[in-house]
């Protein structure tokens, strides 16, 4: 009979010892308030002594050598000692459960033996409480009968840790009793059982100070065993064993696997991070734990939300500060103005944005140095009429500088309204106005849309400050740079022609000498000279070498006789009006018109603890026309033109569920000088497509290898060119 092996003896003895712990089981954990004091009882099968630490003064740990037979659960414990409780699985392998208390600062405990399990009372205790033993490690009796007359009696006080296991000690000795009995909860009483004599009383030690910057101490051990496990769940259950404050940062996503056996917090995070690919940094007694540009962030948040304000405390010389406070609450709206209100101060409280503040301090330098030459400061409000306020600022500041020039209180109160346009709220003097347009004429088609490109309307109102007789120069000024502005309108039309339609277009000439309208072959002869680079005949049409029309098109100045040729191919099942909006645009202010649609669609989909994360954008598809006139002085118009057509082909899927949408994109982009009244046709967007046509008989067509006899396929290629047609006048 073959002998065990010695690997076979060590898995039986392994066996052999898991086998008490497995019947080991808590079931029960209880916890209530009884005479001031805070009581947990612990209840179970066999449960067995446990051991108690704490840690920070403020947590009180018992870890159960046994099987968790409920659920783990977090609860306040609202006492006069305590304030919160927590228990669940501490480690699998050996199983260990461990219920951790929240105390109010420190606080003297009791562990006793109940029925069934283990009780802590937590709290001073009361005189009759401190007659009653507490449970304790049993002392060896000796043979010495004469200590049999001695009653011990223990108290644990709160203190920090030196190791994981609780160790109590025996802190006085009862002598004056001549016959000691032991009282049991049921009331009877044990013989007194033989103690032996301690030669010298340990005194309980001084609790310890401690540091808050060293809230975590470096003996804390931590016992973590996970498999696939999220790195958020990982650190939570980190920071609920340690009792240490630890922050994870949106970003950090993954799963880990990880064992660890007793190391110390630090060593934990250390390794967690270095598998994981992220770090962690200590700010006072908390760890983040993130990516180093979301760390970095998080340090720098504070300091960057504190810096985004400034305050200045400007010293005056020769205003008065409620002068000044008046006059800067006007012309800033947006920072705080706060006047010097003791008799023998003089100064003014500026709180707001840096760039802001720096304007408000040279128009009080400004103000000072007009009071300094002796004349009369006068405040003018100047209603602005037609021009654009931030404009007309930017103008009085160059040819004006003496005069304090703001921006009216309006500047944020004014809503947008049709018609002309400035830069949004926050954009500088310098920038281009921003675009506005106001339909007019006949309704859009449907989905489309006019963009103005702004949200606001500019203000309307000048605060002028200064001597009389530079801000009697200012209004001057004024009075002739504030002029009404001349309107265009903009008559487009957007046509999808077949290229059919395309040769007969190309030769129809003959509208532009009669009002008929004649669709010639493009083989015919053109009715013009031929000979030269470009001849130009009387409308202004410009011809190639061989009086044929290249594939672009030119201006023309008769658009009646040519819009009613574009009428005629709309009337052509192949051919497709897109769109035939009309704009108006002041002089200078750019239009933009969309037509189509808006297209919503899924980025990204990400799976996190707390559900899917689904990130979706948006892209427009359709017909996109920006258009930005400029009205000289003998009514010619200069156009910069940017027309743009995009259709969706499709759409690409992307790792994760998102897709992102394909576009065919079609635009062109130029600058052009048109009379009032021309018009200026745009070709070249060429689009071609192939149409793929079966025709079967029913059943037979769909049969294998002889299904071909019974079909008939048809492949037809179709192109067609997008024509943009702009009509321009200038309004009076």
């Known amino acids: 009979m073959r002998s065990p092996q010695r690997s076979e003896w060590v898995a039986i ?54 099987r968790l037979g409920t659920r783990r659960q977090e609860t306040r414990f609202t006492t006069p000692v305590t304030t919160y409780l927590r228990y669940g699985w501490f480690s699998n392998n050996p199983p260990r459960v461990r219920v951790v208390v929240t105390m109010r600062g420190r606080q003297p405990y009791q562990v006793e033996a109940i029925e069934g399990g283990w009780q802590v009372r937590i709290g001073q205790v009361s005189a009759q409480q401190g007659a009653r033993p507490t449970e304790a490690k049993r002392a060896i009796p000796e043979k010495d ?112 696997t990880i064992s660890l056996n007793r190391v110390s917090v630090e060593e934990a995070l250390n390794l967690i991070t270095r598998l994981s690919g992220y770090r962690y940094e200590r700010i006072e007694n908390t760890y983040i734990v993130g990516t180093p540009k979301s760390i970095a962030e998080f340090k720098g948040s504070e300091t960057k939300s504190e810096s985004s304000r400034i305050v200045e405390v400007l010293t005056l010389k020769q205003a008065k500060a409620s002068d000044v406070a008046a006059f800067l609450n006007a012309a800033f709206p947006g920072i705080k103005v706060t006047p010097s209100t003791e008799k023998d101060s003089n100064y003014v409280l500026i709180e707001g944005e840096p760039n802001t503040v720096a304007a408000a301090k040279e128009a009080v330098n400004r103000f000072e140095t007009a009071i300094g030459t002796g004349e009369e400061i006068v405040t003018e409000i100047y209603r602005v009429r037609f021009a654009d306020a931030r404009d007309l600022m930017r103008i009085l500041n160059q040819l004006v500088p003496t005069v304090s020039v703001a921006l009216g209180p309006d500047a944020m109160l004014s809503p947008a309204r049709s018609g002309g346009s400035s830069a949004a709220p926050g954009m500088s003097s310098g920038d281009a106005p921003s675009a506005t347009a106001q339909q007019m004429g006949a309704a859009m088609p449907a989905g489309a849309s006019t963009s103005t490109g702004m949200d606001k309307q500019p203000p309307n109102l000048l605060v002028l400050m200064g001597a009389p007789r530079e801000v009697q120069r200012a209004l001057e000024v004024l009075q002739k740079v504030d002029i009404k502005q001349p309107q265009v309108l903009i008559e487009a039309r957007v046509m999808d022609l077949s290229e059919a339609s395309l040769k007969s277009l190309g030769l129809s000439w003959s509208m532009f000498q009669s009002s008929s309208i004649n669709m010639l072959d493009r083989t015919q002869q053109p009715p013009f000279p031929t000979g030269e680079t470009t001849t130009p005949n009387q409308q202004g049409v410009r011809f190639n070498k061989d009086g044929q029309l290249g594939i672009d098109f030119t201006i023309v100045k008769q658009p009646v006789d040519f819009s009613a040729t574009l009428n005629a191919l709309a009337q052509d099942q192949r051919n497709r009006l897109l769109a035939s909006p009309r704009i108006a645009t002041l002089d200078g202010r750019s239009a933009r018109i969309f037509i189509g649609d808006e297209i919503n669609y899924v980025k990204l989909i990400q799976q996190t603890q707390q559900g899917a994360n689904v990130q979706t954008d948006s892209v427009q598809a359709g017909i996109i026309l920006e258009v930005l006139p400029r009205v000289h002085e003998d009514h010619s118009i200069t156009l910069q033109i940017r027309p743009e057509v ?65 079909r008939k396929t048809n492949t037809q290629r179709d192109r067609s060119e997008v024509v943009i047609t702009l009509t321009v006048r200038v309004m009076e």
């Open 13 to 66: 003895f392994a066996l052999l010892t898991l086998i008490p712990l497995w019947g080991q089981q808590i079931k029960a954990v209880k916890a209530f308030e009884q005479d001031g004091q805070a009581i947990v009882q612990v209840r179970g099968e066999q449960v067995p002594r446990p051991s108690v630490s704490t840690w920070q003064g403020r947590y009180l740990v018992l870890d159960f050598k046994a």
């Open 145 to 256: 009968k004469a200590s049999s007359n001695r009653l011990v009696s223990i108290r644990i006080e709160c203190e920090p840790p030196q190791e994981r296991d609780s160790r109590e000690s025996v802190h006085h000795v009862n002598e004056g009793s001549s016959r000691a009995q032991i009282a049991q909860r049921d009331g009877t009483t044990l013989p007194p059982p033989q103690w032996r004599h301690a030669g010298e009383e340990p005194r309980p030690r001084q609790p310890v100070a401690m540091n808050p910057a060293d809230a975590l101490p470096r003996e804390a051990m931590v016992s973590l065993d996970f498999v696939g496990a999220e790195i958020g769940d990982v650190l939570k259950a980190l920071a609920i064993q340690s009792g240490a404050n630890i922050v994870t940062a949106p970003d950090v996503k993954g799963t880990i």
């Open 646 to 710: 995009s259709v969706i082909t499709g759409f690409l899927q992307v790792p994760g569920g998102g897709s992102l949408p394909q576009l065919a994109r079609r635009n062109a982009e130029t600058t052009i000088r048109l009379n009032n009244g021309e018009t200026l046709v745009i070709g070249g967007l060429i689009r071609e497509s192939d149409i793929k046509t079966i025709q079967k008989v029913p059943l037979l067509g769909d049969l294998p290898f002889f299904g071909y006899l019974f």
